[in-house]
């Protein structure tokens, strides 16, 4: 006996999500062969570096998987009226089936007021309180997709994850509580730690499995870690080195490494897996559509 610990798994990101989008591609295909094609419309209002990223990531993936998008681009100064004014034009427009508005909006409009204002049939992002509370009742609805990822990386890593005791760090709307939420679902135990816990670190120590979304850079480390636990790391932080930058989770990767049994990387972990989930969102609300108007 050497004692030596197998190498940790690291958990492609960029494969799972390819799979998930050939899947979407192909029932495209089909839909397409019926003379029906699903439509996402994109709505990002100001200038923001990143937001832009994310928007053409997404039409990018749109295009490759068949499903046609629609680009709004309205300016930072727009109103709260403009652009519910747009969002009422785009629920009513039959031949759109997945509304997604980039976040953050800016400071002046008020984000609930614009989430509650998307039909929930369309919320491709599952931020309507309809699919929100439908999630917490476990319902079949629409769902976040950077923890309906998250819980697709861990089934295709743990297959069963009935009876896991699953810590989630952070407690957002847009990660942490959806992600609790599903993985109750999927039969864990679990335990959403914040930034009020007494000892974060204790209470991770006790998880098979740890989902972190905190946007601190290499907060959890070995020290927080259960041997043989699996890790998965939403946080994407940009780190200046010098004079260049890099992306680095919430995790210290390296040190994690010593202790995980499997672990996703950052990037090429979850990041992929977000907008693998959206077109698969969009893919279903259409089908939902076309099946309530009888046209499937
Ligand atoms: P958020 O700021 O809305 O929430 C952060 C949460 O972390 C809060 O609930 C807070 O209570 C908790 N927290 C803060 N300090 C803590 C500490 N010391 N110990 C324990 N908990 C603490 O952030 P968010 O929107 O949930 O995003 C979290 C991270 O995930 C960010 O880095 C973000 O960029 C990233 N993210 C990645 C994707 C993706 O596709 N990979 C998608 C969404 C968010």
């Given amino acids: ?59 990018l993936r749109a295009g490759e998987v068949g499903i046609a998008s629609l680009e709004y681009a309205l300016p930072a100064t727009c109103t709260l009226a403009e652009l519910l004014d747009l969002i009422a034009q785009l629920n009513a427009d039959s031949t759109v089936n997945g509304i997604l508005v980039q976040l953050p909006l800016p400071a002046h409009i008020d984000e609930n007021a614009v989430l509650q204002s998307v039909d929930p049939a369309k919320d491709v992002d599952g931020f309507h309180s309809e699919n929100v509370g439908g999630l917490s009742q476990g319902r079949n609805v629409l769902t976040p997709c950077t923890p309906a990822g998250c819980l697709r990386l861990l089934k295709n890593t743990l297959g069963d994850l009935r009876g896991k005791h699953a810590v989630v760090v952070g407690r957002s709307n847009i990660v942490g509580k959806p992600m609790a939420a599903l993985l109750l679902q999927a039969d864990c135990s679990v335990t959403v730690v914040h930034s009020r816990s007494l000892d974060a670190a204790a209470l991770c120590r006790q998880a098979d499995i740890v989902v972190a979304a905190v946007g601190r850079p290499n907060l959890i480390d070995a020290s927080w870690l259960k041997t043989g636990c699996v890790v998965i790391d939403v946080g994407i932080n940009r780190l200046s080195v010098g004079g260049s930058s890099r992306l680095v989770g919430d995790v210290d990767y390296a040190s994690a490494l ?30 939902q559509q076309w099946a309530a108007q009888g046209t499937l």
């Fill in 1 to 59: 006996m050497t004692g030596a610990q197998a190498l940790p798994q690291v958990i492609d990101g960029k494969a799972a999500a390819a799979q998930v989008l050939a899947e979407v591609r192909e029932q495209v295909l089909g839909l397409k062969e019926q003379g029906l094609q699903p439509a996402l419309a994109v709505v990002l209002v100001g200038s923001d570096a990143a937001s832009q990223v994310y928007v053409r990531n997404k039409i």
């Fill in 258 to 287: 010593t202790k995980a049994s499997a672990i996703t990387p950052v990037p090429g972990g979850v990041g992929p897996m977000t907008i693998a989930l959206l077109m698969n969102n969009t893919l279903i609300a259409a089908r």
